[in-house]
């Protein structure tokens, strides 16, 4: 199993089956696809990048083509099983109030993001450089991301903002790191509802 | 240059009922069709038609070079919506003058030609006459309706007046009703062409005369709206039509943006009918599916069943995005199946008739899945067998 199918797995299991689905920043769709077929979900992606959502209008899945900073009003309260954040949070300028909107929108949500706190980076820092590696392939001054987290300090988010935590863990290499995650782990995942 | 395209024509002896209470009989539709209508009837596409087009959407007439279709770019064998596999029809709506019964034919009940007693014709009267030249031509059911702008709305309504007899409504350029605005630039146009002294409260034809003056600034006007102020200035900026000098006159042509507005006016007024104008923006004034629900177009795309592809272009002020963006919500309050493309171009309304890579490609891969579904509709069909 290749990395990119063993990560939309451990995050598809996140995901009831049948349920219906909004995908923040759905990229070219395959995620919302995989779930389509293996979970028999329905839903929508949200995305901005043209060729994106032209990818996903080939692949058949639903997609609408918005830009997540300027909100989500479009989206009524509850109106969707799960709301996925999978690699969007960290190119988001507003992404508090994403965060909030995606618990608003969704029963639950699932979040995933690159953990600043992986030790690679940690190392990296302690070097005196800022991390490049696979998974933050960026030179700091030419980054997509415009937000670094880690692990730990969306705990501390998820808790100013009323949310609770159903279930969390690392990714590392497509592998599912439950044990000193925010050291051992490039993305960090979370599944949440609002309390 | 594409394919040769075949005008063709039905007549309609029973009287339709329109929205007004009124009702046309004896009127003609006229159409064209390319491609072939497979063998069970699955893959026909019907494109409406906006303001000032008509039944000829693609390919060219014989011996006339500058005959293509209006969506020919869009529409043909290989192109987006791709001919070798839909059956596509090009309908002209009642009240044109290209064609289908219009204010220049005559009255069956008069004796004389309609002029300004042609009947007032509503976006649903128009889906309504499309309804029946589909029975005649044997097609129960649509693989799509297709349309942009005035388009667009015939599309819309399709989805909720025969939400059974379609499958897919691509809505482009489009919106669930005009603005105020949109309502004011339609007044003015209006307004230009019944102040004119030669319309003759709409019974030129009586006179021997056609009101050219009002036809050709209701056209500028329209023109003004269908471009961006960024192509505008692109195209002509302020540059003067004769060198550098100003003539300090207020009635000759001095810019070229003047130019081309008369040159365009001119060009329509020579071609469309002062009536069916009328009638044509009347009819975009009036299309409002929302009204019958309180304004809520949610629950007035409760009953459509259609799965939807809507287009937009940031630079359409007339038709522009956050109008598409009502009907993709209403869509979603209504669980749909819906995708929608914001095509970021910088043509105006008019971007929805040019080439652009992102929207031909979105289109084009919109349609390709349509015809494999056909394709896969068939195998299964064949298995059962």
Same mark, same amino acid.
Not at chain 1, 16 to 33: F, I, M, N, Q, T
Not at chain 1, 81 to 104: F, G, S, W
Not at chain 2, 184 to 189: D, G, L, P, R
């Given at each position: ?20 689905? *909004? ?9 919302? !696809?995989?779930?389509?077929? /293996? ?26 083509? *918005?830009? *997540? ?26 992404? /508090? ?14 979040? !995933? ?41 969306? /705990? ?9 935590? *159903? ?7 497509? /592998? ?11 993305? !960090? ?5 609002? !309390? | ?11 309609? #002896? ?9 009702? &046309? ?38 011996? $006339? ?95 909720? $007046?025969? #939400? ?59 023109? &003004? ?31 070229? &943006? ?5 040159? $365009? ?33 949610? $629950? ?86």
């Amino acid at each position: 199993m290749t990395e990119a199918s063993s990560t939309f797995q451990a995050i598809a299991n996140l995901v009831p089956e049948g349920a219906r689905v *909004l995908d923040l920043g759905c990229g070219d769709g395959s995620l919302l !696809a995989y779930l389509q077929r /293996e979970r028999q979900c329905s839903g929508y992606g949200i995305e901005f990048d043209d060729s994106n959502v032209l990818a996903c209008v080939r692949r058949g899945v639903n997609v609408l083509q *918005l830009n *997540l900073e300027d909100g989500l009003a479009i989206f009524e309260d509850n109106s969707f099983d799960v709301v996925l954040q999978i690699d969007t949070l960290q190119h988001l300028r507003n992404a /508090e109030v994403m965060l909030r909107e995606t618990a608003r929108i969704g029963k639950q949500g699932v979040v !995933a993001f690159p953990n600043f706190a992986h030790w690679p980076n940690r190392l990296s820092i302690l070097q005196g450089r800022m991390p490049v590696t696979k998974r933050l392939p960026y030179q700091w001054y030419d980054t997509p991301n415009i937000r670094v987290g880690t692990y730990k300090d969306f /705990e501390v988010l998820a808790l100013k903002n009323k949310l609770r935590i *159903l279930d969390s863990f690392g990714l590392q290499g497509g /592998e599912v790191r439950r044990w000193l995650p925010n050291a051992r782990a490039g993305t !960090a995942v979370f599944h949440f509802e609002h !309390a | 240059m594409s394919f040769v395209a075949t005008p063709q024509s039905m007549h309609f #002896p029973e009287a339709l009922p329109l929205q007004s209470g009124a009702s &046309i009989r004896d009127y003609d539709l006229a159409y064209e069709t390319y491609g072939q209508l497979n063998a069970d009837r699955s893959n026909a596409i019907l494109v409406c038609h906006a303001l000032n087009a008509s039944h000829h959407v693609a390919g060219y007439y014989e011996g $006339q070079a500058k005959s293509e279709g209006w969506w020919d770019n869009m529409i043909g064998p290989g192109k987006p919506v791709d001919t070798n596999q839909f059956f596509v029809i090009g309908v002209n709506n009642l009240g044109s003058c290209f064609g289908s019964t219009g204010p220049m034919h005559m009255n069956p009940d008069g004796g004389h030609v309609y002029g300004a007693d042609f009947p007032v014709v509503t976006v649903e009267d128009w889906v309504d006459a499309q309804a029946l030249l589909l029975d005649r031509l044997g097609i129960t059911q649509l693989a799509a309706v297709l349309g942009g702008s005035l388009g667009g709305m015939q599309a819309l309504s399709w989805t909720l $007046q025969y #939400p059974d007899r379609m499958r897919h409504a691509v809505v482009v350029a489009s919106a669930p009703c005009l603005s105020a605005e949109n309502i004011a630039f339609n007044e003015v146009a209006r307004r230009a062409i019944v102040t004119d002294p030669d319309f003759h409260g709409g019974h030129f034809y009586r006179e021997g005369v056609i009101p050219k003056r009002g036809l050709r600034i209701a056209r500028m006007i329209g023109h &003004i709206t269908y471009l961006s102020d960024d192509v505008m200035n692109q195209k002509f900026g302020r540059q003067l039509r004769e060198g550098l000098d100003l003539k300090y006159s207020t009635q000759d042509v001095e810019f070229q &943006i003047e130019s081309y507005l008369r040159y $365009q006016g001119d060009k329509f007024s020579d071609y469309f009918d002062a009536n069916t104008y009328l009638l044509i923006t009347r009819a975009l004034d009036y299309f409002d599916p929302a009204k019958p629900f309180g304004g809520d177009l949610t $629950q007035a795309l409760a009953g459509a069943k259609a799965r939807f592809m809507l287009v937009s272009f940031s630079t359409d002020w007339r038709f522009s995005p956050a109008r598409s963006r009502e009907i993709v919500k209403a869509l979603l309050d209504n669980r749909r199946t819906v995708s929608y493309a914001e095509i970021d171009a910088p043509h105006g309304h008019d971007a929805f008739l040019l080439d652009d890579a992102r929207y031909m490609g979105v289109m084009r891969s919109y349609f390709d899945n349509m015809a494999r579904e056909l394709t896969a509709g068939q195998t299964s069909a064949q298995e059962a067998v």
